[in-house]
């Protein structure tokens, strides 16, 4: 034992012994409270610290596919990059953590990517756009989570795996959800879908809608209700057999998660996250939904998706 070993008081001795459990010899994961050289290694990117915050960002720029803006070919560095932040969470407990993201996504890589992060227990929060006349267009998903902070990294290497597996499936990027066309005439049947959604239907030349409405307090003291677009909404075309569903969830931070893992569990697409007033109490969100199949399962869908909201 050495002269030092031999001085330090037995408390130091405990500390110093139960902190090489934790982080074994890696200062930098004892100082960040997870190891970020596990960090890379599980997503298989090099990644930055920033000591003053005590955060570890792994960032992949998307560099696969030629994006331009008004014709100009844009640089990674402009805002094509998907990055994932983590940061010490679960009450300073070693290895717990919390992560931010957000991800670049072309349109046919946004729900697998979407359901790869359901799968891993991440959380999806907002789903927009950046630019306007991008080719091909671009879209932003806001990815959020916490626990072990390994776990939380695989999220997000099943997330890029999931829109790395779609570029080597399709190289081209799709330009619709499904080769099948619609009627040229539409004529869904009301009955058997009020049925199944429980309300009475809207009807106008062989579509059909539900709007499902709900109340915020607005900052002025005021109440929005649904003429005000405060609604849940569900709009049908095509035929009985042949149908396409689009709409519009309205959803509370705590209701969001569950509707949206429940429309693609039924794989409804989700085409945006978003809010659409900013001093609403309880503050919604809104996500954006479009699926084709038969009316009657479409509905079903849709009615499981409200049911997470005890509708």
Sequence with gaps: M?????????????????????????????????????IETITGVKGARNDAEGVFKVS???????????????????????????????????????????????????????????????????????????????????????????DLAAGVKAVWDAIA???????????????????????????PLEKIIGAQAQQNAGMVKFTIGREVKMGDGGTATKEMGVSTWAAFAGSDDNAVVDGDFAATGGELQAALKSLRADGIAIVAIHSHMSDDTPHLFFLHYWGRGRAADLAASVKRALATQGR
């Excluded at 130091?12 to 012994?17: H, K, N, R, S």
């Excluded at 982080?23 to 050289?37: K, T, V």
């Excluded at 072309?106 to 929060?125: C, K, Q, R, W, Y």
Aim: hydrophobic content about 50%; glycine content about 10%; charged content about 15%.
């Design 2 to 38: 050495s002269h030092l070993t031999r001085t330090l008081p037995v408390r130091l001795l405990c500390v110093a012994g139960i902190a090489g459990l934790f982080f074994g010899s890696n200062g930098a994961a004892a100082e960040l409270g997870f190891d970020p050289a596990a």
């Design 165 to 191: 597996q779609t570029r080597a499936a399709h190289p081209s990027i799709a330009r619709q959800f499904t080769a099948q066309g619609l009627p040229a005439t539409n004529a869904v049947t009301a009955a």
């Design 60 to 150: 992949l720029p998307r560099t696969d596919v030629p994006v331009t803006v008004e014709g100009w070919k844009i640089p990674p560095f402009m805002g094509l990059t998907s990055w994932a932040a983590f940061k010490a969470g679960g009450m300073g407990m070693a290895g717990m953590a919390m992560v931010m993201g957000d991800t670049v996504l072309f349109e046919d890589e946004v729900n697998p990517a979407m359901s790869a992060a359901f799968a891993h227990g991440l959380e999806v929060t907002a789903l927009h756009n950046h630019f306007f006349f991008d080719e091909p267009k671009v879209y932003f998903m806001h990815i959020g989570g916490s626990g072990k902070a390994a």
